[in-house]
């Protein structure tokens, strides 16, 4: 993270996010500060504890992708969670503890990609060499190139083949064996499906079940009749996995959750709140009260080993329409020092939204139709039209954000989508005439644009 300032990060999230600059700074700032965290002397870097975050806005102002940005932007393990998932202890649900396992199982999963990217070319070398096994099976008794027999003669018998060899390497290189069949012996283990019924869900179970019958059920061997580059494929993942160091990647990926893992809680409104005393509102302080040391840092049981959580970054997000963030425990509030209002969304920021960042609609909805070899230009005034009608459903009915656009393109474009294959017109216009036409009877009828936009 050194190479990135809190500007060039805010700079990188405004590539795909509209508006917002508050919750950017904070997340920038929360970034750069774990860079800064590893420069500072060894005794107090464990005392600096990370600046978790609440995030507080409607649904579809960008929360989530702010989060999974950062992530992506900080190569960091990144998990989102669902608040309301989660259930106290005693009651069914999730266990809050899963969300650390299932973090550590997608850090490891990262890092084994990485390491097996770095032994790749090694393993498509070694399964080279066994498909050349198969294909020209080394003759018995044969002494290496060069050697001798035991009668004094050269072993004309090994450098033949091994030129051989070398004849069929080159034309396995150029594919002009792609067509010929090996058989090609594959290992697996017939472990029986077991299904576990528990009271807190499977994640509760933290023995691997298929490491445990591993060695009740050994691997077996069986033929498989297969093309050569199949052969190639399957070679190669199963040299890749013997030549990657799991402990290694085990160390590694718990070092990595430690250090730079984000989980980004949703909904944490939803366990905010007074409680009712009756009814299935009784359990959300519960859920607070088992978030609490997760979040403080505590020491976390998974299948990999040990996992801290003191230096998790937190991000946590709800619309907080009926409870505030206040209504949340003293102890958990403490635990979140950085409070960010996000802006709702009007039609100046759909227009934006709908051109902008690198991933905005009108570039998927053109990019879709190119295949069908149509182009689709959308005028100003279509873009204008579009953004004015999703800031008055919005108005109107349920505030959803940017993810009204996503509602009213699909039926927009509805009918060229289907019948694009059969169209002879490869040129389609989109102004503003063509989207009232389309539109704005939903608009006009109120409860037809409750149901439909």
Do not use: C
Not at 79 to 101: H, P, Q, W
Not at 139 to 155: H, S
């Amino acid at each position: 993270m050194s190479i990135f300032t809190p500007k060039e990060i805010v700079g990188e999230l405004d590539k795909y996010i509209i508006g917002q600059k508050n919750a950017k700074r904070a997340v920038a700032i929360a970034l750069r500060n774990r860079w800064r965290r590893q420069q500072v002397p060894e005794d107090l870097k464990d005392e600096i504890a990370p600046k978790n975050i609440i995030m507080i806005g409607p649904t579809g102002v960008g929360k989530t992708e702010i989060a999974r940005r950062l992530a992506k932007l900080a190569q960091s393990p990144f998990l989102k969670i669902e608040a309301s998932k989660f259930t106290e202890v005693g009651y069914v649900g999730r266990d809050v503890e899963s969300m650390i396992r299932d973090l550590t199982e997608l850090a490891v999963n990262m890092v084994k990609g990485e390491e097996a990217e770095k032994v790749r070319n090694k393993a498509k070398e070694i399964a080279e060499e066994r498909v050349l096994d198969l294909l020209l099976p080394p003759q018995k008794g044969m002494i290496g190139v060069g050697e001798k027999l035991t009668n004094g003669t050269d072993n004309e018998g090994k450098s033949d083949q091994t030129d051989t060899r070398e004849k069929l390497r080159g034309l396995l290189r150029k594919g002009k064996l792609d067509n010929r069949v090996v058989d090609l012996e594959v290992s697996h283990r017939n472990i029986p499906i077991i299904e576990v019924f528990s009271a807190y869900g499977m994640e509760e179970m933290d023995i691997n079940l298929k490491d445990v019958f591993s060695n009740l059920f050994p691997a077996q061997t069986k033929k498989r009749k297969v093309k050569i580059p199949d052969a190639l494929s399957i070679l190669s993942q199963e040299e890749e996995q013997r030549l990657i160091d799991m402990d290694n990647v085990t160390k590694l990926a718990i070092k990595r959750v430690e250090q730079s893992g984000i989980i980004f809680v949703d909904e944490i409104d939803k366990i905010a709140g007074r409680e009712s005393g009756h009814g299935p509102d009784v359990s959300r302080e519960g859920v607070q009260r088992d978030i609490l040391p997760i979040v403080e840092g505590t020491t976390v049981a998974t299948k990999y080993g040990m996992v801290r959580t003191d230096h998790i970054l937190f991000i946590a997000a709800g619309a907080f329409h009926i409870s505030k963030p206040s209504d949340l425990i003293p102890e958990l509030q403490g635990r979140f020092p950085i409070r960010v209002e996000l802006d709702s969304l009007g039609k100046e920021e759909f227009i934006r939204i709908l051109t902008e960042p690198q991933n905005a609609l009108i570039k998927q909805y053109t990019a879709l139709l190119k295949t069908e070899d149509i182009d689709m230009i959308f005028k100003n005034d279509a873009i204008g039209e579009i953004a004015e009608i999703a800031s008055l459903v919005n108005e109107r009915t349920e505030n959803i954000g940017a993810r009204r656009l996503y509602t009213i393109m699909e039926k927009l474009l509805d009918e060229i989508s289907f019948d694009a294959p059969d169209l002879n017109d490869k040129e389609i216009v989109i102004d503003a005439d063509y989207v009232k036409g389309k539109l704005l009877d939903f608009v006009k009828d109120e409860d037809l644009s409750r149901y439909i936009l």
